[in-house]
């Protein structure tokens, strides 16, 4: 899995042939239980988002969502117990917690041992820049509380914070790692304050090693990271992904040395025939038997999954997403089901869908979604499946510009020379946080293709 397999692969069509299990005729429907948005008869009545969600993932627990916005909020909104319960239309989302930070924060890690009954377990570890890594409650008194504690990042020879674009808070949570610029840093969750990490692990030589850049290594911004399960020992390996589309697998309870370093540059075109662009790594998503790893790019309309136990080698690209932002869109997994073994993986796409993969690892090839639904009308910041796999939650919203009839129609905020005094760019119409609940589809398989949208 060194990049020297792939840098210059013969184009030979490894797995030429797309190995797609059959659609499902009897995909689940899906009713939308709870939103974030007000209904409203007339749409147009409705006032413009001032800000999107941007990401959205489940608690240890399964009990709450947390999602981070595009004005630098995280909110946590509990579930009810009787969600399932029929009411007739969805129930109003409203947080319950809510963070409001004075500058961007770049990534965001749960506590793993997050409990709705135990307030002191209820965590989040923020990364701002120019600032220490913070500890946040993410039920906090006031938008404005403090932090419970910091950790300190540095670089040594400025002293300036150090900002990870990435964070893995992974069970059991005495540890967290921390990706930036050409570096990891392994953190002692009770060593606060000043100390910094216990371990900070260079992804390539030396800057001023003569192989620096040279093809050693894992030179970029650590964009991702990712663990899969631990096994009996503890143990688990690490995947890290950059924005320079670089790979690394580590294992940081054992060794500062990567177990593999890759690029994925022309991996798609060489084993599968298919170039589906791609410009740099938003995410690393174990199967959750830990034996495969998908790695989901910005601007790709495919998802590379690797057979990382077995033979070390791509085993399927996952086709018919439509990625062409630079925005994060995020996935998930869940354990597979049926006849086709494997695993599911949950991918929402830049039009509004959420298209699902069945399958994924039980054989080798191309693959075509099974089965999608039209979950918004805007780009899909996450698809996040709930533990139990009966509840999936998404989030919506990206910015947008005006469209020539809002430009026209705007009254009352023009310049000296009449035209309209806006912004170039604003937020979608559609930005939202959705939970979904799925049912089997008992009713007569119909002869057609099986995408059409829940209402």
């Known amino acids: 899995m060194h990049s020297s397999e792939t840098k210059d692969a013969d184009p030979v069509l490894l797995h030429e042939t797309s190995s797609s299990p059959p659609k499902d005729p009897y995909a689940p429907s899906l009713d939308l239980v709870a939103t974030t948005e007000i209904a409203a008869d007339d749409p147009v009545d409705l006032p413009r988002p001032t800000n999107f969600f941007r990401q959205v993932q489940w608690t240890a627990d399964g009990t709450t969502l947390v999602a981070s916005t595009s004005d630098n909020r995280l909110s946590a909104y509990v579930l009810p117990a009787d969600l399932l319960n029929p009411t007739g239309r969805p129930r109003l989302l409203t947080p319950h917690g809510q963070l409001q930070l004075p500058e961007p924060f770049y ?50 020879e400025t002293e300036e914070y150090i900002c990870p674009e990435s964070l893995l808070w992974s069970w059991p949570g005495t540890h967290f790692l921390a990706g930036s610029t050409n570096r990891l840093d392994h953190f002692d969750v009770s060593r606060t304050g000043s100390d910094g990490p216990v371990l900070t692990i260079p992804t390539i030589p030396s800057k001023r090693h003569l192989l620096k ?65 791609g410009n740099g790594i938003v995410q690393t998503i174990w199967s959750p038997c830990g034996r495969y790893l998908a790695i989901n790019e910005r601007q790709a309309s495919g998802i590379l999954v690797y057979d990382v136990r077995g033979t070390g080698q791509p085993l399927n690209l996952l086709i018919g997403r439509t990625a062409t932002t630079q925005q994060r869109l995020t996935c998930d997994v869940f354990p597979g089901s049926g006849d086709y073994g494997g695993f599911e993986l949950w991918a929402g796409t830049e039009q509004g869908n959420v298209l699902v993969y069945e399958g994924v690892g039980a054989m ?92």
């Open 107 to 156: 990534s965001t890690a749960l506590s793993p041992y997050f409990s709705l009954s135990e307030p002191q377990t209820q965590l989040a570890l923020l990364a701002c820049k120019d600032h220490p890594l913070q500890l946040y409650h993410v039920f906090p008194e006031s938008r404005s509380s403090p932090p419970l504690c910091s950790y300190k990042l540095i670089r040594r």
């Open 213 to 277: 850049g040279g093809g050693v290594g894992m030179k970029g911004m650590v964009s991702t990271l990712s663990s899969q399960r631990p096994d009996e020992s503890g143990a688990s390996i690490v995947a890290a992904g950059t924005w320079s589309r670089w790979m690394g697998l580590y294992d940081v309870t054992r060794t500062n040395k990567p177990v593999a370093n890759w690029s994925i540059h022309g991996v798609t075109k060489a084993h599968f025939g298919r170039d589906v662009g």
């Open 364 to 455: 080798d090839g191309v693959l075509d979604k099974s089965w999608d639904w039209a979950a918004h009308t805007s780009p899909v910041g996450s698809a996040a499946v709930h533990p139990t796999g009966s509840v999936v939650a998404t989030c919506s919203g990206a910015w947008t510009s005006y469209a020539d009839r809002e430009l026209e129609s705007e009254v009352g905020s023009t310049d000296d020379n009449g035209q309209p005094r806006l912004a170039s760019t604003c937020i979608t119409p559609d930005s939202a946080l959705k939970v979904w609940t799925l049912a089997s589809n008992t009713a007569e398989p119909v002869a057609q293709d099986n995408s059409e949208a829940v209402q």
